[in-house]
């Protein structure tokens, strides 16, 4: 089971992750673990300072190193104390790759990884060289901090966990999970304000409904993502059904 160590300033922002939605079955059920640590706490002088002025002048401050050095000895004694090795150090930052699915994927099979939220203009970058191993985003925006990044991958690497959700299936036809973002979803009624629920859906002939799921999402990525087509056309995960499907939407492949 995973086990995340997340370093923040403001460790309450994470609490409710532990007692609503998905992600609280989780963490009832054991499946995730999650420990908060405050740089604050490893700090040396009476005003527990965490930041300084830049070198070089401008706006803001910078985080500390030696607190947050500090704060990852700690972590790793205490994994280390509990039989659990020491896992890679996640920063969370606008220079980092953006944060996908796999990624998602990838940590909700792993033991976990020490999630660092920093705040201001950022990490001192010794502290980066030394002891970060990747750095990665939300996206191209900036936030204050990385607290929410880092609630939006817990909250994607829970519900992957085995019995999280009320099917398993649910998370292997999320949007991204085969390439492709999700199809449409629709319920009841049947015709809501004379917009009636698609044929092929109401059908009952499983093949059609797939086909139809299918040709949703090959339409929807191309319209909105064409870059995951793309990356799918590079891997070989189209097959010639896909492509003829796009073929009469107009696509045509980038070679």
């Known amino acids: 089971m995973p086990r995340f160590d997340v370093i923040s300033l403001f460790p309450a922002y994470f609490e409710p992750l532990k007692h609503h939605g998905v992600s609280r079955r989780a963490f009832d059920s054991g499946q995730l673990q999650l420990a908060c640590w405050n740089p604050r706490d490893f700090t040396t002088d009476a005003h527990r300072t965490i930041d300084d002025r830049p070198y070089g002048g ?3 401050m910078v985080m500390l190193a030696e607190p947050l050095e500090r704060t990852l000895d700690a972590i790793a004694a205490a994994r280390q104390g509990a039989a659990r090795p020491v896992p890679p150090v996640f920063l969370f930052s606008p220079t980092g790759r953006r944060i996908d699915q796999k990624l998602a994927e990838e940590l909700a099979q792993s033991g976990g990884a020490t999630l660092l939220c920093a705040r201001y203009e950022g990490v001192d970058q010794r502290l980066i060289d030394r002891r970060v191993d990747d750095e990665i985003s939300l996206g191209d925006f900036v936030l204050s901090g990385g607290e929410i990044p880092a609630l939006a991958l817990l909250d994607a690497v829970s519900r992957l966990l085995p019995g999280v ?3 398993a299936q649910s998370a292997q036809q999320d949007s991204f999970s085969n390439g492709l973002l999700d ?3 629709y319920t009841r009624p049947e015709v809501h304000d004379g917009q009636s629920v698609p044929d092929a859906l109401r059908s009952g002939d499983h093949a059609r409904i797939a086909q139809w799921r299918r040709e949703q999402s090959l339409r929807l990525t191309l319209q909105r993502r064409p870059d995951l087509l793309a990356q799918m056309l590079k891997t070989q ?7 003829q499907f796009l ?9």
């Open 165 to 167: 959700l009320g099917s």
């Open 183 to 185: 199809c449409p979803h």
């Open 237 to 243: 995960s189209l097959s010639k059904q896909d492509l």
């Open 247 to 255: 073929a009469a939407l107009g696509y045509t492949p980038q070679v």
């Open 58 to 60: 401008g706006p803001g």
